[in-house]
């Protein structure tokens, strides 16, 4: 059974900084083997990935409305992925969800990821205030 509890949203000002937390099990064999991501939807709109990251960490990739102030990690030791954010625009504002992509590949020397096709957490809500 897989289970996914993400956390960390709130309100916070434009140019603040937020960390999203998010724990996971019951992922194929196991968090340390999954590539995992995060992915963002506000209402009246598709769900989008905003950034993914390999299995062992070693490769990441970004939306680029998020590059250079979001960063992606994951701590396998403990089950859990985190995205801290930075300087944080009213646009960021949405409903922050972690998954596990259902595709990555790799062209060009750049690392991609497709959306998920489960969401099984409850998600975080970011608001950021202009």
């Known amino acids: 059974q897989v289970q996914v509890v993400e956390s960390g949203g709130g309100l916070v000002q434009a140019g603040g900084s937020l960390r999203l937390s998010c724990t996971a099990s019951g992922l194929g064999l196991g968090f340390a083997t999954v590539v995992m991501g995060w992915f963002r939807q506000v209402p009246g709109k598709e769900r989008e990935l905003v950034s993914c990251i390999s299995a062992d960490g070693a490769s990441t990739n970004y939306a680029d409305s998020v590059k250079g102030r979001f960063t992606i990690s994951r701590d396998n030791s403990k089950d859990t992925l985190y995205l801290q954010m930075n300087n944080l625009k009213p646009e960021d504002t949405a409903m922050y969800y972690c998954?596990?992509?259902?595709?990555?590949?790799?062209?060009?020397?750049?690392?991609?990821?497709?959306?998920?096709?489960?969401?099984w957490g409850q998600g975080t809500q970011v608001t950021v205030s202009s």
């Open positions: 998954a596990q992509p259902s595709r990555s590949y790799y062209s060009g020397g750049a690392y991609y990821c497709g959306l998920a096709r489960h969401y």
